[in-house]
């Protein structure tokens, strides 16, 4: 499928997204949703969307993994109004709001009519299944393939096989998932590569609002953009302490995005890549190209898609003459990094100007694209790529040592899962293993799929009366670690 120019099912191709303060949003209005989604439907392959408001925004500057689930999800959905109204201060204005509860009965209303089965997981008990029989009762003709309101849990220690088990036997097209936010959007990148379900996406409190469980702000409420307000006064104990750490960051992070604007336009000291270097680079697995502004949706979509083509190697971008980056072209590398990504290669971008950097900072996308002045940075970069990318074992004298992969994620794990759990069970029926040392020094990213493993192997390890430890990790994923709450189940031997 060609790079950012996936059939939405309409005359124009799905949007290169507009990154605003570090989150893709994908520039489309309910019926582009709406219609997009079925297309997806119809193409089989599993999709994941997201509908983010600016409570995401926080979180995803707070927590990694949340950041890289908007980044890697197929559709993400401006639900917020701060996001739309400060989208034309980053770049290209956001066409409309697209909320999660209003989207919930359009994708229902849809499904009646094209004979699309839905499925509601989450909620609260009876919620799913009064919203799914409301639901139904509105549109007689519309498949409801089944819902479940699974025991509240934390995420790792629900019973995920449970779910998928009765999702396989439901078969829905399009699953609503209300397990809070982050929690949902977590579950569906978990299993969204392994499920035979096309469409998932988060709703949030959209199955209460269909029940009446919660009550929807009035329209003319909606219309002062005060419907924060409203669902603040009907539950302050939960939501006050969030919205008003919400008004605090947006406050914020528009001060730190305005100073960086005023920075000073200054070039950054770096190595030119003469013909000798870019055939060093080559030999390594990289192409080198230079970046040029991107003034509309068109260049954005042809550079990617050029581009796009190339990316079965690391491509690395000369940066070094763009004096800044807006929401389009920041999106446009988001989208590239992340082709790449699936790729196991990486996007270097190489030079970036302190102004571009500083906005990589701020937004907390430093860690997601690799950069570099010198040449000696870039084969080091390539070189560890080639070295660690897909991790590995080793045995020694009773002593098995998994090496980690550099991203241990849902799209990373089935292989390198693969392979350690056949080494570990041969030892095992052998009886030559005695300690599992999880070695995470090459660890640059994990989510909640690669935690999941890791706490697996840790209880059988325990009940196979053999030690596990995880050493040598960096201070990038133990974040990760200590936000889920792992670090001291995994961190102690």
């Not at 989450?122 to 479940?148: N, Q």
């Not at 209460?208 to 104990?237: H, N």
Request: glycine content about 6%; aromatic content about 8%; charged content about 25%.
């Amino acid at each position: 499928m060609p790079l950012a120019c996936r059939d939405m099912g309409m005359t124009d191709p799905t949007p290169v997204p507009l990154s605003i303060f570090g989150v893709p949003f994908h520039n489309v209005t309910f019926e582009e949703a709406v219609d997009w989604m079925v297309a997806r439907v119809r193409d089989g392959r599993p999709v994941n969307v997201a509908t983010a408001n600016l409570d995401f925004i926080t979180q995803a500057w707070r927590d990694p993994e949340v950041q890289r689930l908007l980044i890697d999800a197929d559709l993400v959905l401006a639900d917020g109004f701060p996001i739309v109204k400060l989208a034309p201060f980053f770049g290209p204005p956001l066409k409309e709001r697209v909320t999660g509860s209003d989207l919930t009965p359009m994708l229902a209303e849809r499904s009646a009519t094209e004979g699309l089965r839905i499925y509601g997981l989450g909620s609260v008990d009876g919620v799913a299944k009064k919203a799914m029989e409301l639901l139904k009762a509105r549109h007689p003709k519309l498949k409801v393939a089944g819902f479940y309101s699974p025991p509240f849990a934390p995420l790792l220690e629900m019973d995920h096989r449970s779910i998928l088990q009765r999702l396989e036997r439901a078969r829905p097209d399009i699953l609503f998932v209300a397990l809070g936010v982050p929690k949902q959007d977590k579950f569906i990148s978990m299993h969204v590569l392994g499920w035979n379900v096309p469409v998932s996406i988060g709703v949030g409190g959209s199955l209460d609002f269909i029940t009446g469980k919660q009550k929807r702000a009035p329209v003319w409420l909606q219309s002062l953009y005060l419907e924060w307000f409203w669902r603040m006064c009907f539950d302050p104990k939960r939501l006050f302490t969030r919205y008003i750490a919400n008004i605090r960051f947006l406050f914020s992070a528009s001060r730190q995005m305005w100073r960086i604007h005023r920075m000073p336009d200054k070039p950054v000291t770096f190595e030119s890549l003469e013909e000798a270097d870019r055939e060093a680079l080559e030999s390594l697995g990289a192409v080198v190209e230079p970046f040029h502004a991107l003034d509309s949706e068109e260049t954005a979509r042809t550079f990617l898609t050029d581009l796009g083509a190339v990316a079965t190697q690391s491509i690395i971008l000369d940066l070094h003459l763009v004096p800044w980056l807006d929401s389009l072209e920041l999106g446009a590398l988001l989208e590239l990094n992340k082709h790449c990504r699936t790729n196991e290669k990486r996007l270097i971008l190489y030079a970036p100007r302190p102004k571009v950097r500083r906005l990589l900072e701020t937004c907390r996308l430093i860690d997601y694209f690799d950069t570099a002045t010198r040449m000696d940075e870039l084969t080091a970069i390539l070189q560890t790529l080639g070295e660690h990318c897909t991790g590995g074992t080793a045995y020694k004298d009773g002593l098995l040592t998994l090496e980690l992969p550099m991203e241990l994620t849902a799209a990373t794990l089935p292989g390198f899962e693969k392979q350690a759990r056949f080494i570990h069970h041969e030892l095992k029926e052998q009886g030559m293993l005695k300690n599992i040392l999880v070695d995470a020094a090459q660890l640059d990213f994990i989510d909640s799929s690669g935690l999941g493993f890791l706490i697996a192997l840790k209880k059988t390890t325990q009940d196979e009366g053999v030690s596990m430890s995880v050493e040598n990790l960096p201070s990038k994923p133990r974040r990760t670690f200590e936000i889920a709450r792992v670090d001291k189940v995994l961190l102690h031997k």
